[in-house]
């Protein structure tokens, strides 16, 4: 059992369960496999049990996801991921925790390992007996989504980057993924930033730390979301905005953080989270403004729109969305389903990965009927699992802004 | 600085009735939200549009018991939207169904008779509008009853409803179905998406068949299908060769949720926003107008400008209305004024659980346009209201729909006023 002072805040939050079961209609992976019981049995039932310091009879909370769609739905405020989270905590105290979840929860590591040698490495995770290797070893699935390393730094690009000199300055939280598979996608948040009149500024910058706490590393979670916050909080005191397309990482800064790892108390995470937007929040909040440009060209493309459960978890409904309606041409489908399946590590994991493909069958053959090409979806990993899925493109919301902006 | 969103109509709560009030409005134009802190009642309600069920006694024709029913109760929400407002609802609903995600799926019925539906306990419910898949449960059809229980599913007992039909003057049975589904129990919910699957039908109907006797209709937990509800119904009537029906199962709702994929669908076909997961704390006001809503979302607030609100977030049992430790009780949201409150010394509660309740029927105070006492620009729909006591009635989705429906018209009717003046 934890013994975190904001578990108990986390606590006085499940006697309001009624148990009318609605987080259980909305969890995805209790639907598809009876290891996880589901959020209501694992959260506010169990949660009982592991007050005074027993402990739960089984590890099937090692099962739940963290996706947080239960917490969500829960139209009483308890708050089942949380708990659970700090269940799985719990369970890591005494269990321990794998090498392998040490290591794919430290992506800087990884990146700064893997980088500067990208096409060794790349070939490396591409071959089958590496991964054949890696999956005995490590417990990491042969199949699974693993993204490749660009073999650039997007922090590289943005040192070297001539922006704006005048502008509403932002600051720019590029995620892990940003900076070492993807630098591409941070260069078009840029773009599309400094189109609509920002001076954006890319400080230096960490892992926030959600990979590490998901896998129940909380100390080392703390460690590096702190460090982060040291980082942003200057920008933020003098009123600043942080924005970030990597919509889990913003997630953690702006909520999980605080609520999962106990840091309510952080003044500089306090004002961090207060100041941190998800890329389509801000650019929302700025066309209803009206000072977002729609200077939009079209762009001729069927689109499906997954929104992860980890955008959901900011409680802003689908803003991107109502950003894609905007540029002329592109047929948008909102896709129905709950969640690809993922859920940042968790489908990268031997004996999770089946699980992760069955929950993510939904939204594949939503995508298959939708007749898109190509899939929008704010989350990284979600995208690299949603085209492992369906061999369909995807690509961040931002990255179809950018295209219709002709930037 | 917290980000700020304007639209005309802020409807706050997402089930029925606020779903039916923002649908209304977004599909005449309308830029609308939807704040809801939660999935709202859908999920643990039967489906059925319940419009006037006993009134005490058993009502078989409500078109003909509402207007004495609402001549007695002059607060009740049925007396301020008026009989004539229900039906136009219910036939707007009927539209939804019809043109909603669930291909073939409807409605049937209206005000003109209930149905009489068994329940899972093998009671009987009245009921106006009910989905095609429960029709066939109807207690005036002397169809001998198969109640059929599926071993994987611990909230439906076949047996037990049997008997229970059987004490209320039906024939009837039970069987049970054994399926090997891949785990040790399911719920309604788990099994209805595997009727989504044409492979799960068949399988299913090989293993009912055998278990029944010619001349039987088929009661089936509320089970078949979320996609493609009226697919599965259709195909396992034919399969079986005899009448199906459904009977809603405990939570979660399979038939409930339904109507919530129809209803969420509809608002999003007319241009409507739906945030799940905010909750509304404090309001900003300007005279008696709320101009905004500040919801806590994650890491900051957003502020929601409007010029209309919509309060559909129901009653004590959701949390809308509290019962403070000083016996006073309060909306929680906008704090507006409350009608209902048992006097001081009266008593609040008796001790009979389904006895007259005083505090039941506790309210926000409105007037016939729906619109909340000391405001200008605050509408009231479904459970938020005063007057009513729906699980006494059998009323709680008829007065969801006809508010909501209600409060989008008065919407409409001031904004045309505003817009003229």
Known sequence: MSELPTHELLRSSLDHCVKCTICETACPVS?????????????????????????????????????????????????????????????????????????????????????????????????????????????????????????????????????PSTGTKIVYFHNCGTEYYEPDVGEKVVGVL???????????????????????????????????????????????????????????????AREILGLEDDPDLTLVSRQTYDICELL?????????????????????????CQQQGHWIGKPALELLALVPGLEVHEMDARCCGIAGTYGLKREKYQIAMDVGADLFGQVHASG??????????????????TGRRSVHPVELLHRGYRL | MSPTLTYDVLVLGAGVAGLTAATCLAQRGARVCVLAKGVGSTHLAPGTIDVLGRDPELVREPADALPGFIAARPE???????????????????DCVEQGPQPGYRYTGGLDRNHLLPTALGALRPSA????????????????????????????????????????????RAVDVHLDVGRAEANALGLAR????????????????????????????????????????????????????????????????????????????????????????????????????????????????????????????????ELGSDWQARETILDLPLRGMPVPGEPRFVADYFAHQPMARVGVAVDSSLLAAGTSNVYVAGAALPGAEPWREGSGEGIALASGHRAAQSVLEHEGAVSAA
């Open chain 2, 129 to 172: 509008l009910v989905p095609e898949t429960m029709a066939g449960g109807d207690a005036d059809d002397g169809t001998p009853v198969c109640a059929v229980g599926v071993r994987v599913l611990k909230d439906f007992h076949a047996s037990l409803c049997a008997a229970n039909l059987e004490l209320g003057g039906l024939r009837a």
């Open chain 2, 194 to 321: 595997r009727f989504d699957e044409p492979t799960f039908r068949a399988a299913f109907a090989a293993r009912l068949v055998p278990l029944l006797r010619n001349d039987e209709r088929v009661a089936l937990p509320a089970i078949l299908g979320l996609r493609d509800p009226h697919g599965a119904w259709a195909e396992l009537e034919k399969r079986v060769g005899r009448p199906v029906f459904e009977v809603p199962t405990l939570p979660p709702s399979v038939p409930g949720i339904r109507v919530y994929d129809l209803l969420r669908a509809a608002l999003r076909a007319a241009g409507g926003r739906l945030v799940i997961g905010a909750q509304a704390g404090s309001a900003e006001r300007e005279g008696d107008r709320v101009t905004a809503v500040r919801a806590h979302t994650s890491g900051h607030e957003t502020i929601y400008r409007t010029r209309w609100v919509v309060l559909a977030t129901g009653g004590f049992d959701s949390g809308a209305i």
């Open chain 1, 194 to 256: 400094e189109h609509n009149g920002f001076r954006v500024e890319v400080p230096d910058q960490d892992c926030c730390g959600l990979p590490l706490q998901s896998n129940g590393l909380f100390d080392d979670a703390r460690g590096y979301v702190l460090r982060l916050a040291r980082a942003l909080a200057p920008h933020a005191r003098d009123g600043t905005l942080i924005v970030g397309n990597a919509t889990s990482c913003t997630l953690m800064l702006k909520r999980e």
């Open chain 1, 372 to 389: 898109a090409a190509l899939v929008a979806c704010d989350s990284e990993t979600c995208r690299w699992q949603i085209e492992h899925g």
């Open chain 1, 31 to 163: 639907n598809v496999t009876p290891l996880f019981p589901g959020p209501k049995y694992e959260g506010p039932q169990a949660e009982r049990y592991r007050a005074h310091g027993e402990d739960a009879p089984d590890s099937s909370v090692d099962y739940c996801s963290g996706c947080g769609l239960c917490t969500m739905h829960c139209p009483q405020g308890v708050k089942i991921a949380e708990l659970n989270a700090h269940a799985r905590y719990g369970l890591k105290q005494r269990n321990g925790v794998k090498l392998r979840d040490r290591l794919i929860a430290r992506p800087t590591v990884l990146g700064r390992l893997g980088g500067p040698v990208a096409p060794l490495a790349n070939a490396t995770l591409r071959a089958r007996p590496a991964r054949i290797i890696a999956e005995r070893a490590l417990g990491l699935h042969r199949d699974a989504p693993l993204p490749s390393f660009a073999g650039r730094r997007f922090s590289s690009w943005a040192k070297r980057h001539q922006g």
């Open chain 1, 284 to 308: 929302l909040e700025l066309h209803d403004r009206g000072e977002l440009k729609t200077d939009f060209q079209p762009v001729e493309e069927v689109v499906a729109y997954h929104a992860p």
């Open chain 2, 76 to 94: 009740h929400p049925y007396a301020l939207v008026g009989v004539d407002a229900i039906a136009p609802a219910l036939e707007w609903f009927s």
